[in-house]
């Protein structure tokens, strides 16, 4: 599978009307709000993916995103201990899923994943994490484990820092702090297809 080498992680619906019309083709909703949101913030994003050509994401609410058609849901390793993965499957549903040491790689490889995704590569600002930055050399090491299946890497990304991302095996860059917390994120969102040579 090929996937768009620039992947956004937006808060809302709201975002992903302003980023997804400046050349995304990938996008994540990562919603945080009301549960009893959760479905039409799903509903409006998938509305606005189909009318620009991209694919939609579903971060955590598996469920909600079954229910509403979503067919591409992200789970985190606590996400996945209470998701019935083969419900997921039997829909036909693709599922990425984060991984920070080899135990959660290989569970996640155990599931037949549509991308795999390691970080904080670099130190990330959204949150308090864990983990240590995982580095450029762990993420050639993860790359050589999962060979054709999608990489996807996360965590204090820059569109500076993509060549050695990439470099290092990366095939996607996820991107949060970058697009929300920069002062024009349309235009860095723009910034970003440009320097990834986004494909689709």
């Not at 479905?39 to 050509?53: K, V």
């Not at 590569?121 to 484990?145: C, N």
């Amino acid at each position: 599978m090929t996937l768009p080498r620039f992947y956004p992680v937006l808060p809302d619906a709201a975002m992903i009307a302003r980023l997804v019309p400046q050349g995304v083709r990938l996008v994540q909703l990562r919603f945080k709000g009301d549960a009893d949101e959760v479905p039409a913030q799903i509903a409006a994003s998938m509305a606005i993916c189909e009318r620009h050509g991209a694919q939609l994401v579903v971060n955590d609410h598996w469920q909600a995103a079954l229910d509403q058609g979503a067919d591409f849901i992200h789970l985190g390793q606590e996400d996945l201990d209470n998701a019935d993965t083969a419900a997921i499957a039997r829909t036909g549903a693709r599922l990425g899923i984060s991984t920070h040491d080899r135990a959660e790689l290989d569970r996640a490889l155990s599931l037949s994943p549509a991308y795999v995704a390691l970080g904080p590569i670099w130190p990330t600002l959204l949150k308090q994490m864990p983990w240590r930055s995982q580095g450029l050399e762990k993420l050639a090491r993860w790359k050589a484990r999962v060979g054709d299946i999608p990489l996807v890497a996360i965590g204090g990304l820059t569109p500076a820092r993509l060549p050695e991302v990439f470099a290092a095996g990366a095939d996607v860059a996820a991107v949060v702090t970058d697009l929300v917390a920069a002062p024009d994120p349309e235009a860095q969102t723009r910034a970003w297809v440009r320097a990834s040579g986004a494909r689709t």
